[in-house]
């Protein structure tokens, strides 16, 4: 009973977090409506599984390098406050109100997950829960 309690505990702490995905799928859903929040989940789930298959054949190995993980680090500092910097520059933009057309396209929601999902952050992420899933 202790072990499942543990397991529940350790997939909730996992799950719960809000990450750069997330907060990008609320602010397009608010910005744009709900499929064009669904649409950057999408995006990062896209890449979610590439990253699963690719460390499932081997990619894990290459990314526990030191001379690799450093550049990732930096990089995804970079990117997430790149991030952070447009969400607060974009945050006087009205949002799109229930009877008006959205104006941006449903395809450029999915590339924006797609693209906030290849951060270091997300592939250190999976490496860490699904490296220990896999060992």
């Not at 997939?11 to 744009?32: F, R």
């Amino acid at each position: 009973m202790a072990l499942y309690l543990t397991y529940v505990i350790v997939g909730i702490s996992i799950a719960m977090p809000i990450g750069a995905i997330s907060v990008e799928m609320i602010k397009q859903g608010l910005k744009n409506g709900f499929l064009h929040g669904w649409a950057v989940g999408l995006g990062g789930m896209t890449i979610d599984v590439t990253l699963i298959a690719a460390f499932y054949f081997g990619l894990a190995s290459i990314l526990k390098q030191p001379f690799i993980q450093i550049p990732m680090w930096i990089i995804g500092a970079v990117f997430l406050l790149l991030i952070g910097f447009d969400s607060i520059k974009n945050a006087d933009h009205d949002i799109t109100l229930p009877d008006e057309k959205p104006t941006k396209s449903w395809f450029s929601s999915y590339r924006n997950g797609f693209l906030v999902a290849i951060s270091p952050g997300n592939i250190v992420f999976w490496l860490s829960v699904f490296g220990s899933v896999l060992t």
